[in-house]
């Protein structure tokens, strides 16, 4: 089995999160593919999924620029994974990036010695 089709990569490609993963990635020699969020969002069965494997406190990207725009309103109406979902399919851009998926391994932002464990099973 390829790497690339075993590994999947969910971002946007001008995060520079996303590009710093992207280069790591390269530089092991690990092929992947890229699912850009901007022109492919994830729809709600997707992110839920996400979710539930990660957690939603984990998934929600409350640091990133598009939370912070967002209005109190709707920042204060997320409580739980339903509502963290909901907020998410509205705007991706809210999502930690990059996520990763991996067979049954989940990697929610970029962490290199996190990253480097857990593609050792690659190896």
Request: net charge positive.
């Amino acid at each position: 089995m390829s790497t690339a089709s075993a590994l999947k990569v969910y971002g946007i490609a001008n995060c520079d999160t996303v590009k710093r993963a992207r280069q790591w990635l390269q530089e092991q020699g690990l092929g992947y593919e890229f699912v850009d969020f901007k022109k492919t969002p994830p729809d709600a069965r997707q992110i839920g999924v996400w979710a539930n494997a990660a957690g939603w406190e984990v998934l929600l990207n409350r640091r990133g620029t598009t939370w912070r725009k967002l209005d109190a309103a709707t920042q204060s109406a997320v409580r739980d994974a339903a509502s963290a979902v909901d907020v998410l399919v509205q705007h991706p851009s809210a999502i930690k990036r990059p996520v990763v998926e991996m067979g049954d391994v989940l990697l929610v932002g970029f962490g290199e010695s996190a990253w480097r464990e857990a593609f050792s099973v690659l190896r």
